[in-house]
């Protein structure tokens, strides 16, 4: 058993229904980790008990993200923070950036200025711009200037065991997603699939198949991080573009992610916005500029747009900027006993799907 753990401090928050929660205080800097980057390695190398401790039951749940809080590697940024999800350590995540952002303006770690209060956040993508909303001390909403998303393939097919074939777009948006049009997918019942909350088991299960299968056969990696390879996420659209409401005439966009090892993002996904803004562009279905509602599986939404275009390695790639809300919703310290039985947590496969352990 792994010696007890300093209590850890929390602020509880979720942004647009899916859980960020943020360390404040409780978990030390790592040595000789100069990039955020190396402070991603150090923690899935050295550190993933932190990570279990957190996320695994009793303490957390399946759709649980935790961010923990350090000092920038970058000298422009005010802070930076390491994303922790269930099976790992994603570059850079939209909700947990908003939800971030919003616990750092409303515990007073970033001063802030009414209306808009304006700074940058180191990640272990790069470097994030934030430009908040404020008004009577509250973060009413937060904008973020992701880093920049492309297209590593449009229309890829592969052969998926048990559902045949299927077609998917494949990009980058802070993560790699495998993007996957819904219409003509049929479910097991020979039922059509939609992207709403009534057909997220069956999301669920297709999803994982689909990431698997692809790991079987394509493996894109991002040109200047090769450790950032391999599909993380499989995100279903409704459409392959964008649909314009007739009220106010919005451009709007429906979607939803599967997180491993098995459930629904409950929001509409920062770094798959941003993904699929690289697929609109690239499919000329999307300028710079242009402005679209990103729904998730809730019917909440992102007010996204790509304020710009520029290259990474060999790739186009668009710079999307992503807008949303997030709430506090408690503060809470966690400690570990050490006759604790479940120092590094425990899944059990009514939560984590069918790989959970049992």
């Not at 616990?103 to 940058?120: C, S």
């Not at 009220?247 to 993002?265: M, W």
């Not at 770094?271 to 562009?281: D, K, N, Q, Y």
Request: proline share 7%; aromatic share 8%.
């Amino acid at each position: 058993m792994p010696p007890p753990f300093p209590t850890i401090t929390l602020t509880d928050c979720h942004c647009a229904g899916e859980v960020g929660n943020v360390v404040t205080s409780g978990i030390a800097n790592p040595p000789n980790t100069p990039t955020m980057y190396s402070k991603l390695i150090h923690f899935r190398t050295h550190s993933d008990d932190i990570r279990l401790l957190l996320l695994n039951e009793p303490r957390g749940r399946s759709p649980i993200n935790t961010n923990i809080l350090f000092p920038p590697c970058t000298p422009t940024a005010s802070y930076g923070f390491l994303i922790l999800e269930s099976d790992e350590y994603p570059p850079m995540s939209g909700n947990n950036t908003i939800c971030v952002a919003t616990v750092l303006l409303e515990n007073q770690l970033v001063a802030m200025q009414e209306p808009v209060t304006r700074f940058d956040l180191d990640t272990p993508a790069g470097l994030v711009q934030i430009t908040a909303d404020c008004q009577d001390g509250k973060c009413k909403a937060v904008a973020f200037d992701n880093v920049p998303s492309f297209v590593f393939a449009l229309d890829y097919v592969v052969q998926v065991p048990g559902v045949g074939e299927v077609r998917v777009d494949l990009a980058y948006g802070g993560m790699i997603y495998a993007i996957v049009d819904v219409r003509g997918l049929v479910g097991a019942e020979g039922r059509k699939i939609g992207v709403g909350r009534e057909d997220a088991g069956r999301l669920v299960v297709l999803g994982e198949k689909i990431k698997r299968a692809l790991w079987e056969v394509y493996n894109p990696v991002h040109p200047e991080n090769e450790d950032i390879r391999g599909v993380s996420n499989v995100e279903f659209v409704d459409g392959v573009g964008l649909v314009r409401e007739e009220e106010g005439g919005r451009r709007v966009g429906v979607n939803t992610v599967v997180v491993s090892p098995g459930r629904l993002d409950r929001s509409p996904c920062g770094t798959g916005s941003s993904a699929r803004m690289a697929v609109l562009h690239k499919r000329g279905l999307l300028g710079v500029g242009e402005v679209f509602d990103h729904r998730g599986v809730l019917g909440t939404e992102f007010e996204c747009w790509i304020r710009g275009t520029t290259t990474v390695g060999e790739y186009e790639a668009v710079l999307p900027t992503v807008k949303g809300s997030a709430w506090i919703m408690g503060y809470r310290q966690v400690v570990l006993d050490p006759e604790d039985p479940f120092p590094s947590g425990f899944r059990v496969g009514d939560q984590w799907g069918v790989e959970g352990y049992l």
